[in-house]
């Protein structure tokens, strides 16, 4: 088992801390460090929210979400108790500045490091910090953690980082990715840069395409209001899957220092070819899901999920075509999808390399594979290399594509922490290899954004799908068009 280094004592104020991130993410990874020995015992967490609460109240809301979203057997009444004794709460709305902001100057310790969590709406993230630079609560030891999404589009990205940026400089701005904390994702860097059997392998000469999914089973799940303004291409291409992208096509870095990681990342987000207008029909492909089943069970269609019967031109799915113009990667295409209410939950890059050349062997002794690097985020971490092997026995030579398989937690034998845990912690110690920096965030709206306004010049809408499926039919097109096919192994 790894060895668990503490880190320094801290104040974690939780703004929105009444919200559904707070209660089913923050606080039960808050908990697994504390559990472990990571976040030690005279670290304190400070929710702050407008409602009516006290210290009870809220710890007795903590309890019931702590034995909700953390697993039974990880569950000790003890330990339960010495980190809720831990859990504060202050009653204040962070956008007004007024007497409310004394109580939570109180309860923070002038030595200790301070982690301003910001779980609110983006377009709040401006006005809270400025509250806290005017009212005295930001020292050197500070830093701030801002959610995604950063803004709607290039301009209003700029003016929320202007607005953090006027009260915290870049290197105490952590922009959380939750996809960058996941261990397979971080594997990548030793995968290509511990390895020189990928390393070398990692070029347009042996890697004939890329694809990147992103699917989820769910719905709207609460969010409407939010996500009929942003779509699928704002909620996670522009973060999530781009930064999965910079992994994967990024060169290695001179050292593992935060900005020389993201000078990496940057380098691909600029390299990207922009998607011009009369790019957009053939390399994009948008849909909207429509009554059907998942797992076996009928659910309705985006509009009823939405409870309107108007119309909507916002995409709940995207499949599109991209390429990175570097040496690396000339004439390597990226083909990125997502989507709700797709048949499976799963998040995997695929590596496929190019088929052989020649074969040795006889035209029936297979069916031929090319070889495969299929690296899984969810739901069960891990990576698995597919190549041809011989079956065994007498009888002929028959081939057929055998896995070289690693699950993280059935290999080593251990929990595997939620993303959430190793970045709260990472934002503690001041490591912000795995956040976004500002100009990351910039060069991604700046190559998305064009899309977007292209969609919104069109009248027509985005293509049906029946919820269970794998999207609309023209994402099949999408890559069936260059002679290649989607990897859809559900298990």
Known sequence: MARIIPVPPFDCVVFGATGDLTLRKLLPALYYRFRDGQMTEDARVIG?????????????????????????GDIDDGTLDRFCARVRYVRLDATKRDADWDALKLALRPECVRVFYLATSPDLYGQVCANLGAVGLVTENSRVVLEKPIGHDLASARAINDEVGAVFSETKIFRIDHY???????????????????????????????????????????????????????DMVQNHMLQLLCLIAMEPPVSLDADRVRDEKLKVLRALQPIE????????????????????????GYLADLGTDEPSATETFVALKAAVCTWRWANVPFYLRTGKRLPQKLSEIVVQFRALPFSIFPADAAEWQPNRLIIRLQPEEGMRLSMMTKDPGPGGLRLSPTGLDIRFE?????????????????????????????????AAWKWVEPILQAWSGRPDHPRPYPAGSWGPTGAIALIERDGRTWHDEIE
């Open 410 to 442: 059935k290999t080593f034998n251990m929990r595997f922490p939620d993303a959430y845990e190793r970045l709260l912690m990472d934002a503690v110690r001041g490591d912000a290899t795995l956040f976004m920096r500002r100009d990351e965030v910039e």
């Open 180 to 234: 960058l904390g996941k261990e397979t994702v971080q594997n990548l860097l030793a995968l290509r840069f511990a390895n020189t059997i990928f390393e070398r392998l990692w070029t347009t000469d042996v890697i004939d395409h890329v694809q990147i999914t992103v699917a989820e089973t769910v719905g709207l799940e609460g969010r409407g209001g939010y996500y009929n303004r942003a779509g699928q291409l704002r």
């Open 48 to 72: 702050a929210a407008r409602s009516a609460l006290d210290d009870d109240a809220y710890r007795q809301r903590a309890v019931k979400a702590l034995k909700q979203h953390v697993a039974a």
């Open 277 to 300: 207008p009369h790019d957009v029909a053939p390399l994009t492909v948008r849909g909207q899901y429509s009554a059907g089943a998942i797992g076996g069970q009928p659910v309705t």
